[in-house]
């Protein structure tokens, strides 16, 4: 008998932490219990909800010992979209599968597809595979100034690196662009990636934790990275990429959340009203990472 | 004393640190061979993305082994090529490190690069100017006094971003030494 674990309907961040409170309650993850991810009604994905989906298939099979099943979406739509994003590809290694084989695609429309990321060659081949993409999106369909597909490939590359250098286990990376209609009124392009790893406090504990003594937390840790630059290691030269990612995404007034452990930093935007700090959040391992950039007003009125 | 001008074109995806772990001390194992004085070339010309780490691994190490190595005792660096999409991880990382680097762009306008202070700048541009300047001169284009352009010359020495001729008493800038020795070995 299987615990099933409901897949809301609009898979995306808020879709996310429903699932990750669902696996931190002991009576579903123990062990030896086998989980069934049913994703039947979704009607709609985020690249975000997507690699949330592989993440929390990931921990519940760490916890539960067992492969989890997964339900896949009942609309040909979305079952097509999944197809088209690689998710059956990944998914392959995090859920007991129902039958049949991932069927080839052409070219998506994706900026990148879910992508797993184990070593630094996989961010060189996710750095060098989305340089055209990017510039078509980028500067098209966005409206950002040439040098900014540059910039968001130096970006790409940091936040992947970010997996390799920290998380000590995989990663995923998913991006795509679509209309923010009711939130934005505008495009925008969705980066997502995400790891099940030690996550920062687990990384920064060695060189940091005794510092901030009983208030060393998931929440000091993400401050402490995010907004002081600060690494595992001593060396000045370390901590740079993500301090690197908030001045761009500021550059661009995107926004950008990470979430670890039980807290979640976010650069917030204008246009958004996250609290720039949660705590007190369900337990969930590693980093998973959101950059949210919108298209720009003033260059499309142009 | 000899010198060596020796110089690499580098790879078009300088992305993640354990690439630029392995450029640099591709680089390193190189220079050890050289004799002398050795002003390395480093081009960026075909570089298409260098991003923070990478930054940090090859161009802020490498500046930082010049200013404190102990077998590649008399390293001086230039950067050629540079352009503005380099700027941003290369002034990041040379920041962090409080060191600086003499640098062209593509276009062969040379700039610093790094951690420096107006004089400091100002005196590296007079030496870049002239070529070859004794103190007294660099002192004329300043607007300074002997001693005071004499300190500024001397950090700018012992910070790798000019050479010090003791034959001809003379400062040189190092886009002059390269025009005056052969052009650089560019390897693939």
Known sequence: ?????????????????????????????????????????????SPYGLVGLLAAGHVARSRTGLAPGIELPESAEIRSYWQRMDFRQSAGEVFELPPGQPRQHGTSDALLEITPIRSHQDVHEVVERVRERAAAILERRLHYPKPSVIQFSVMLSEVCQNIIEHAETVGWVCAQTYHWKRRLGRDVLVLAVMDVGVGFKGSLAS?????FG???????????????????????????????????????????????GTAMIARVPDWDDIPALQTGLPEFPGAQILIVMPARVEAAAE | MRRVVWGTSLYSYLVTRHTGRAVRLSIESQIAECEGQVVAVLDFENVVVIDFSCADEVVAK??????????????????????????????????RRAVAVSAERSSGEPFLLGSTDGDIARAWSAICLLGRATTCGVAEELGLSETETGDLLEDLHARRLLLRDDEAEEYVSLQQLIRETEPPRLEP
């Open chain 1, 207 to 211: 060189e940091h934790a005794r510092r």
């Open chain 2, 62 to 95: 490498l500046v930082h082994l010049a200013l404190v190595g102990e077998r590649v005792a008399d390293l001086f660096i230039l950067f050629r090529g540079v352009g503005e999409h380099h700027l941003d991880p290369i002034q990041s990382a040379l920041g």
């Open chain 1, 214 to 260: 009983e208030k060393w937390s998931a929440a000091t840790a993400l401050e402490a990275a995010f907004l002081k630059g600060e690494s595992r290691f001593r060396d000045p030269g370390r901590g740079q990429g993500l301090q690197a990612i908030r001045r761009q995404v500021e550059r661009w007034n995107g926004e950008v959340r990470i979430r670890s």
């Open chain 1, 1 to 45: 008998m299987s615990v099933v674990v409901e897949v809301p309907q609009v898979l995306d961040e808020t879709a996310f932490e429903e699932l990750v409170a669902t696996l931190a309650d002991d009576a579903v993850t123990g062990a030896g219990q086998r989980l069934l991810f049913d994703a039947r009604r979704v009607r709609w994905a």
